[in-house]
């Protein structure tokens, strides 16, 4: 069993800022890539921001500049700091994880509203 809880989401005015943080455990295989995906009322989950064992990192454009991925292998944990926060910035944010056997894993998602 692999277990990703996510912590960090609520409600923010345009502007503000939160950060998430997901913490892996369980049997997980040696964690390869950790990373944030969202999705929002009516739209598929998108990546938001992805990380990799040897910090790689990649963004989708509309958070770049913006958002800012890290991870602490130490404790399994990934982080997404959001900054100038939008109202499309509104969705689940889920956390998931990629092990070195290619297997990926998912938190159950923590909400983020951002008020205009």
């Known amino acids: 069993q692999v277990q990703l809880v996510e912590s960090g989401g609520g409600l923010v005015q345009a502007g503000g800022s939160l950060r998430l943080s997901c913490v892996a455990s369980g049997k997980i295989f040696s964690i390869n890539a950790m990373g944030w995906s969202r999705q929002a009322p009516g739209n598929n989950r998108e990546l938001v921001a992805g990380?990799?064992?040897?910090?790689?990192?990649n963004y989708t454009d509309s958070v770049k500049g913006r958002f800012t991925i890290s991870r602490d292998n130490t404790v399994n944990t990934v982080y997404l700091q959001m900054n100038s926060l939008r109202p499309e910035d509104t969705a689940v944010y889920y956390c998931?994880?990629?092990?070195?056997?290619?297997?990926?894993?998912w938190g159950q998602g923590t909400q983020v509203t951002v008020s205009s």
């Open positions: 998931n994880v990629l092990d070195s056997l290619g297997r990926r894993y």
């Open positions: 990380i990799t064992r040897g910090d790689i990192i």
